[in-house]
């Protein structure tokens, strides 16, 4: 099964409202990078917060990471309609270099 | 500084015939890694190589396909005697010797018909 999963599967708010996603995983992790893909292109990476850190920003992107509860946020404050995208948790463990992938969450935002 | 280039950006291909997917790292990125994402899901690991050598290839199907690093060159996904189900996107990320973030592709769309 999937290292992670994220919580909503959808999304959809208004222009300027803050969106909260979240992820969830399984093992004890070394680092949690999200990313964006908008339809039917590659992924852009945003952040990567590793597990001694508790937060991260940049710009308008906010991360938090609960090693206890094994789960993380991301915060995207005052939304843009292209911010419309699908989000994406991964994870790392152990000595792999592979990502783990969760389902993603579909963000809308409408003008 | 160009991004990962992958290519070709769409393939069709009938059942029974060969793919082949190429993938050119960020320059001065010496890991690999390819990664395959079927309709409405996340991306799946398949391979991870660096120059000449397949380092964890614990996601690649046990037949039929193939990857490889070259000294010189992009990295190539080889997929032979497709079939339907081999119908996905297929993304390639690198990254440098140190560090963990990776950086992908734009990703070849595979269509087996």
């Known amino acids: 099964s999937q290292q992670g999963e994220e919580d909503p599967q959808a999304l959809s708010i208004q222009e300027g409202e803050n969106a909260t996603m979240n992820c969830s995983y399984k093992?004890?992790?070394?680092?949690l990078q999200w990313y964006r893909q908008n339809s039917g292109r590659g992924l852009v990476h945003l952040i990567l917060?590793?597990?001694?850190?508790r937060e991260k920003h940049s710009g308008r992107l906010r991360v938090t990471l609960d090693t206890s509860k094994k789960s993380s946020s991301l915060l995207i404050t005052a939304s843009r309609a292209a911010d419309t995208a699908s989000y994406f948790c991964?994870?790392?463990?152990?000595?792999?270099?592979?990502?783990?992938f969760g389902s993603g969450t579909q963000l809308t935002v409408l003008p | 500084n160009a991004g990962v280039m992958q290519n070709p950006r769409h393939l069709v291909r009938r059942r029974g015939q060969e793919a082949r997917l190429r993938c050119s790292p960020m320059?001065?990125?010496?890991?690999v890694y390819w990664y395959r994402q079927l309709p409405e899901e996340g991306l799946k690991f398949m391979v991870y190589?660096?120059?000449?050598?397949?380092?964890?290839e614990s996601g690649m199907p046990k037949e039929r396909f193939s990857a490889e690093f070259p000294k010189e060159g992009p990295s190539i996904l080889r997929i032979q005697q497709v079939v339907r189900g081999d119908s996905a996107a297929y993304f390639c990320?690198?990254?440098?010797?140190?560090?963990?973030?990776?950086?992908f592709g734009p990703g070849t769309r595979l269509t087996v018909t």
């Open positions: 990320a690198s990254s440098p010797g140190t560090g963990w973030e990776q950086y």
């Open positions: 093992t004890s992790i070394n680092n």
């Open positions: 917060i590793r597990s001694n850190e």
């Open positions: 991964a994870t790392d463990y152990g000595s792999a270099r592979q990502l783990t």
């Open positions: 320059k001065g990125h010496s890991h």
């Open positions: 190589l660096q120059k000449e050598n397949i380092i964890d």
